[in-house]
């Protein structure tokens, strides 16, 4: 029996189907985005780690540059989160440890980079003066 007035029966078959195509796509966005920034922070964290550890070893009384570059590669390395890393150590009185690398990406075409540093003061003992 036709529809009074000639207006034709709307038929919703399919519409939520449409509606998912289209919001499926925004949600799959934003949990990769999640993602990413998870291990963008875990990169950070191990960046931060590993120029800590370079900075414990190389403000040590007795230890050089080299031995705290040493220290935070070795830490840095142990950590499969920072990839492509580079360590950088300088100081006299204050030494500073500067770790850079790339996070892990799960979106293609994103690069991600990580640039740590840590200083501290060189560790130095001085003879007490005056009385106890």
Known sequence: MPH?????LR?????SSVAMAIIFPAIAVLVLAFAQAALVAAARN???ASA???LRIARARGATLAQGQTAAAAFARREPMLT????AVAGGDTVEVRVRGRA?????GVRLSINEVARGARERFVA????P
């Open 11 to 15: 038929d919703d078959t399919g519409s």
């Open 84 to 87: 492509s890393v580079s360590i």
């Open 104 to 108: 892990l990406s799960i979106l293609p």
């Open 128 to 131: 007490r003066t005056g009385p």
């Open 4 to 8: 009074p007035a000639g207006h034709a």
């Open 46 to 48: 191990v960046a931060l």
């Open 52 to 54: 800590e550890e370079g």
